[in-house]
Nanobody, 124 residues
Framework: QVQLVESGGGLVQAGDSLRLSCAAS????????MGWFRQAPGKEREFVGAISWSGGSTTYADSVKGRFTISRDNAKNTVYLQMNSLKPEDTAVYYCAADHMGRGGSLGTTYEYWGQGTQVTVSS
């Protein structure tokens, strides 16, 4: 069983940056592929990005490519989402997710464990 706790959300202005963190419990965190998803009010959950268990491979949604960066520190059981040049359309609840099979990717159904989410609000 893995527990995920996101933090770092908040209210920022367009063009600002935020870094989200996702702290994971469990001794096998380093074997998990990790993903970030978001859900805006009235919209479906959407994929933001994912990182392989080693951190050597990342993938991003087109909407955030070039602005967001995912990284991980397996020694700290933490994955990060660095968000730069934020836009009002980035406003959403952001969730991290873990795939114990190490597959990762953009499909939410791949991930077995989810955090409770952290709110990010970007004002114009």
């Amino acid at each position: 069983q893995v527990q995920l706790v996101e933090s770092g959300g908040g209210l920022v202005q367009a063009g600002d940056s935020l870094r989200l963190s996702c702290a994971a419990s469990g001794r096998t965190f380093s074997r998990y592929a990790m993903g970030w998803f978001r859900q805006a009010p009235g919209k479906e959950r959407e994929f933001v990005g994912a990182i392989s268990w080693s951190g050597g491979s990342t993938t991003y949604a087109d909407s955030v490519k070039g602005r967001f960066t995912i990284s991980r520190d397996n020694a700290k059981n933490t994955v990060y989402l660095q968000m730069n040049s934020l836009k009002p359309e980035d406003t959403a609840v952001y969730y991290c997710a873990a795939d114990h099979m190490g597959r990762g990717g953009s499909l939410g159904t791949t991930y077995e464990y989810w955090g409770q989410g952290t709110q990010v609000t970007v004002s114009s």
